[in-house]
């Protein structure tokens, strides 16, 4: 029960008692029942800012549920949870969508988010979750690998790298292009990948050899892959990137290296203090629909939770598949994020 709430109905019972003294306290039942979820006529969807589904696929959520539906995007994912938590006492909005497993420890400590448990959710999708209160629900999920131009490996006579200890190997110097995991989600789940794999402190070491040997860092994915990548459209001079395992789907002359991926799982969750929680909840619920978890890959390059969707051509044909993933515990990221940016940050840029 919310505090607003206790006080009216403590109001009420002293207003009673005083007009009326022999009237019967209020029952413990009725005290206790919670209050019913809040509705209104316009649901605000806040999400970072690739979201992104069909025009026809929105327009059928606003008709079949009659809502005044708003899309606020402040920016990407890092934004996004600064945002919800500096107006947590004044929600932005009602519903979120695409707060990952990077930020999600974040947002659940600071009480962005509440509990919401979608019947929708499909078999074997709760291995995504966030925690075991149902604070956030897994939407989708993608695999940041590093890719490489095998076009490029095989006219310079290389071999294309296998491992993260292949890239600060001397035949390997000025090939990698990154993104900087202060300003990128893919650079942030680049850098635990590292920390998964070398350990605290054992991933700077990693990081000063791999500056050693002439990694370029850049802003974010766009910069690093379509124009300092020689696979793609920029045609960069750096064949290694950090990019998705699904991008070989866009670029079948590229490959995965599935040793490097780090497993990165989007949610979408009710905001705390929302005017319309029935909607949110539809929203959440709208996520996980046969319709939209079909559309994902293609509006949004990442795999759908549910396992039955069926994946595009082009997926099943090119994107790697990847078995073993890096992972790190919701609680090892939350913990250890800023810590590991700000002492990445000092270590490789200066």
């Known amino acids: ?17 005083c007009s009326s003294p022999a ?14 979820p809040t509705e209104s006529k316009t649901l605000t969807v806040i999400t970072h800012d690739s979201f992104a589904l069909s025009d026809a696929t929105i327009a059928s959520f606003k008709e079949s549920s009659g809502y005044d539906v708003k899309f606020v995007a402040p920016g990407d994912v890092g934004t996004l949870v600064n945002q919800l938590v500096l107006t947590k006492d004044a929600p932005l909005g009602d519903v979120v969508y695409g707060i990952d497993n990077t930020f999600a420890g974040r947002a659940i ?10 019947p929708a959710l499909p078999a074997g999708a709760a291995a995504y979750g966030a925690d075991d209160k149902d604070s956030l629900t897994p939407v989708d999920y993608g695999d940041v690998c590093l890719n490489a131009d095998t076009g490029w490996f095989t006219a310079h006579k290389l071999a294309v790298p296998e491992a993260l200890d292949d890239l600060v190997k001397p035949e390997y110097k000025d090939l990698l ?44 994915w766009t910069e690093a892959y379509t124009v300092e990548f020689s696979g793609s459209t920029g045609k960069g001079d750096r064949p290694l990137v950090v990019s998705y395992s699904s991008s070989p789907a866009y670029e079948p002359a590229t490959e995965v290296l599935t040793s490097t991926c780090f497993r990165q799982v989007e949610y979408a969750g009710v905001l705390a203090g929302a005017q319309n929680v ?27 939770v549910d396992p039955n969707a069926k994946l595009p051509a082009d997926w099943r044909k090119d994107a790697a598949v990847v078995d073993d993933p890096i992972q790190l515990s919701i609680d090892a ?14 270590a490789v840029v200066g």
């Open 177 to 220: 292009v990154v993104e900087n995991p202060a300003s990128s989600s893919p650079g942030l789940a680049f850098l635990a990948a590292t920390v998964g794999q070398k350990g605290d402190p054992g991933y700077l070491d990693y990081w000063t050899a791999l500056k050693a040997n002439g990694v370029k860092v850049v802003k974010g």
């Open 1 to 17: 029960m919310s505090h607003r709430f206790a006080a009216l109905a403590l109001g009420a019972v002293l207003l009673a008692g």
């Open 333 to 346: 990221l939350a913990e250890g994020r800023d810590t590991w940016i700000k002492a990445w940050t000092a």
């Open 278 to 304: 029935v909607g949110a909840r539809k929203f959440v619920d709208f996520m996980l629909s046969g319709r939209v978890q079909a559309e994902i890959p293609e509006q949004m390059y990442m795999y759908p």
């Open 23 to 36: 009237a019967a306290p209020s029952s413990p039942a009725t005290a206790s029942t919670p209050a019913a």
């Open 109 to 118: 400590s600071e009480g962005v988010v509440t509990p919401y448990a979608s």
